[in-house]
């Protein structure tokens, strides 16, 4: 197979899903969010809103928020060191698809720059539960929006494992 800079950092990027206490650079968390804003979207729309929560304090408060709606025992979203909250407006034509692209830019930038991260997708269906909802205002998530994904960040604890590929491709030629 043909490779290159950007291809391997493709294949190589994992999901992590134990993080260290270690604080991300802003100018890391910067680039990493332009790389989300400059993600392919339905004509052109644009229309996300990027929330940067660079707090673990923050972030557990949310994280409880969604345990106690999904009616889990334990949930902390891997306990990562920052997120970037994808949001839409609610309804909004293509949004969940345009959220996949900028989440998946921003993935592959934290990976180019060392940091680990993982999609956090349980927001997904629970936005408006009022203790959910009010975490997410206060942390200046639009009222009207929804959250398709989560960027959860982090300097990885233990490296992301590769699973084995199973999706089928299909070559037509003539």
């Known amino acids: ?39 392919p979207s339905a004509r052109n729309r644009q229309e996300w809103t990027f929330v940067v929560v660079d ?16 009616g889990r025992d334990a949930y902390d979203m891997y306990a990562p060191q920052s997120i970037v909250i994808v949001a839409h407006a609610k309804g909004a034509e293509f949004g969940r698809e345009d959220d996949g692209c900028a989440l998946e830019n921003m993935f592959l930038a934290a990976h180019s720059l060392g940091i680990g991260s993982v999609w956090i997708n349980q927001l997904q269906g629970i936005c408006d539960e009022p203790a ?7 942390l200046g998530v639009p009222a009207d929006a929804e959250v398709h994904g989560v960027c959860a960040l982090g300097y990885a604890a233990a490296p992301g494992a590769a699973h084995e590929r199973k999706s089928a491709v299909v070559w037509v030629e003539e």
Do not use: H, Y
């Open 1 to 39: 197979m043909k490779t290159n800079p950007v291809i391997e950092g493709i294949l190589g990027r994992r999901s992590v899903r134990a993080f260290q206490e270690r604080a991300i650079p802003r100018e890391d968390l910067e680039a990493i969010v332009a790389c989300g804003q400059w993600a």
């Open 132 to 138: 959910v909802r009010d975490e997410l205002d206060a």
């Open 55 to 70: 707090s673990r304090a923050r972030i557990a408060r949310l994280a409880e928020a969604m345990r106690r709606a999904l």
